[in-house]
């Protein structure tokens, strides 16, 4: 098993953001992770990359606690843009480089040829769709253990998006598996084996993906509608 | 470390930069009232590059503790929370940085002023007068011998103060991010907390520097303000860390 949560909790102030949460993510799988904003996706993915501490519940990569270790092959691509304004894109590779080991200066330097960015942009002067491309591009170069990505389309023009797909996907191997949260379910349904959807900070709905289908006699999207409509 | 460390220069080097730029135009201006022997344009020099040098000094701690603040707040936080170090570390690199900082800019500084000095003496032999007077009033009237080893060890524990400072503050901080983080006035709070621990700590340095067990004289009391100020950053980083360690959330 790559991760294993059980009964995660994370609050703030009186709101609880992920409430007694439990999942398994296995090896050489590609996940949805599904729900509407404000239902914890986004808490469950930064507790799992070791940005947040979670207020109770367990969680651990490998059999191990979240930490530095698993910070080496957990890549993590949140929502919104984080680099430092002073850098250009070439600063950002060579920043990944110089603090993960698994980063590929060869593979980022294709990510951003098919992402059309230059190397001499200033992150600062990207428009939104193309820091999301950049983002990215960072993410997928590390040849990680653990993928998450967090709204990945976001900002992205409906003609890239095949293409952003396809970068996601050939990252993918035997060994290593992909957590993709988004809003867009349809673009994920063809693409998905498994589906978790997140409900008030806990696991709703959660299997692979045929299963769900074939149980429920419904696609993904019309289980999402119906779940949360 | 050095990786962090590197970032952490990177991060406040334009304004190392600017403060670069204008000690240099002070000096080009100090230097041509000397050599046109115009006293007016000297003193207006030295006195606008001493009030610059304290302004400077305040910025470098002030924009430390800004950018500690910025990478625990704002999204940007995940450059650093996202690498595989633990807290100690990412301190750590925060806290040398900084006292390399400090450190680079008051010997620059120093030795700017040191400069000047010796210029200005060089010219103007009756400044070695007032010098020798200034000195003998000391010696006298106050029992205070001012030679170079003093002077610089004055300057050190001056600057060490200061790196405390900052590592008070980044504790201050942390703890407003992390073990009061859900509750409301949090950064009042962590204001409040950080007075009073500057105001503790300098009243166990008044107490430590008059005990009768402690030699008196003033490269003594200036020796244990240093022990003091290093044993108070060392305290204030590793609870920094241990907080981070134990709570952060970014």
Known sequence: MLLECNGLVKTYMSKRAVDNLSLNIERGRIYALLGPNGSGKTTFMKIAAGLVKPTSGSIAFCGNNIGVESKKKVAYMSTEPFFYNYMTVEDVGKYYQDFFEDFDMKRYDDLLEKMELSKKDHVKTLSSGLAAKLKLAATLARKSELYMLDEPLNGIDIIARDRVMTAILETIGNENSIIISSHLVDELEKVVDNAIFIKNGGVYLAGGAEELRATHKKSLVELYKEIYA | ?250
């Open chain 2, 1 to 250: 470390m050095l990786k962090l460390m590197k970032y952490e220069l990177r991060k406040q080097a334009f304004s190392k930069l600017i403060i670069i730029i204008i000690a240099a135009l002070g000096e080009a201006v100090f230097f041509s009232g000397l050599l046109l022997d115009k006293h007016d344009t000297m003193g207006l020099a030295i006195g606008l590059l001493t009030i610059f040098t304290m302004g400077a000094m305040f910025f470098i701690a002030f924009e430390s503790i800004i950018t500690y603040y910025n990478d625990l707040k704002q999204k940007q936080s995940y450059m650093l929370f996202l690498t595989p170090h633990t807290p100690y570390t990412i301190v750590g690199a925060k806290v040398l940085s900084s006292g390399i900082q400090i450190i680079l800019s008051g010997l620059v500084f120093g030795l700017i002023f040191a400069v000047d000095g010796a210029a200005l003496l060089a010219k103007y032999s009756s400044i070695n007068e007032i010098k020798d007077f200034l000195h003998e009033l000391l010696s006298v009237q106050f029992h205070i011998d001012v030679d170079g080893k003093l002077l610089v060890l004055a300057v050190l524990a001056l600057l060490i103060s200061w790196i405390s400072t900052i590592t008070l503050a980044y504790l201050s901080i942390t703890l407003s991010t992390t073990f009061l983080a859900n509750k409301r006035g949090k950064a009042l709070i962590s204001f409040i907390i950080f007075l009073i621990l500057e105001y503790i700590f300098s009243k166990i340095s008044d107490i430590v520097t008059s005990m009768p067990a402690i030699p008196q004289g003033p490269d003594f009391t200036i020796i244990i303000s240093i022990v003091l100020y290093t044993v108070l950053t060392a305290i204030t980083y590793l609870a920094t860390a241990w907080m981070l360690d134990k709570k952060v959330s970014v």
